[in-house]
Nanobody, 127 residues
């Protein structure tokens, strides 16, 4: 059964940190292609960071050096450590899993690349 549950969102001041978690069912986690996306009000969903089946990662330029994706295979959990948060990071953050067959690696940060999605967790950064 497909199941993705995000947690860890909240409200922080500029410069603060948060760690998001995505608990996945064994089926979705075993795909080994997962990622974090975000969507601010009035904007399209955008890729934050993805990890492909070979372990390679791709980060959006806007978060490089500040955000880090990691996994705990024993817990079927994906994490997103977010440091030096800025007001422009305010958004609903979504966990995604299982990329579509044949999807180009270079386009993994596109939301259309993934099949399964969590319900999202809100991150609000105040200045």
């Amino acid at each position: 059964q497909v199941h993705l549950v995000e947690s860890g969102g909240g409200s922080v001041q500029s410069g603060g940190s948060l760690r998001l978690s995505c608990a996945a069912s064994e089926y979705t986690y075993s795909s080994n292609s997962m990622g974090w996306f975000r969507q601010a009000p009035g904007k399209e969903r955008e890729g934050v960071v993805v990890i492909d089946s070979d372990g390679s990662t791709s980060y959006a330029d806007s978060v490089k050096g500040r955000f880090t994706i990691s996994q705990d295979n024993a817990k079927n959990t994906l994490y997103l450590q977010m440091n030096s948060l800025q007001p422009e990071d305010t958004a609903m953050y979504y966990c995604a899993a299982r990329k579509k067959a044949g999807w180009p690696k270079l386009l993994l940060l596109k939301s259309a690349a993934f099949i399964y999605w969590g319900q999202g967790t809100q991150v609000t950064v105040s200045s």
